[in-house]
């Protein structure tokens, strides 16, 4: 089940409150965040700020690497074998 809870602070300092306290929540177990995005947009400005505060990078990196083992098996070692066994049957010949 997907989850989308939206909060707004009238302070910038409402929002590092918030992260401590869901930060100390997530230890204790007591809820789950599996990803998150603060925005915010100071006076004067005309564009908002984003950031997240748990990196995805990581995440992303292990995804693309497993993705990459499954492609390279499943493409390249059939590939692989037939160039080998040309390789052999072109020394064989000889």
Known sequence: MITL???KFATPEGVNQM???GTSRQKME???GQDGDI?????GK????S?????MAGMGALQGALRGI????????PIHGLAVGQFMAI????
Do not use: C, H, N
């Open 39 to 43: 925005v915010t947009w100071p006076e």
């Open 19 to 21: 992260l401590d306290k």
């Open 51 to 55: 950031r997240q505060p748990v990196s």
């Open 91 to 94: 020394r064989a010949a000889r």
């Open 5 to 7: 809870t939206v909060f």
């Open 46 to 49: 005309d564009m908002p700020k």
């Open 70 to 77: 499954l492609y390279g098996m499943t493409f390249f070692v």
């Open 30 to 32: 007591m809820i789950k």
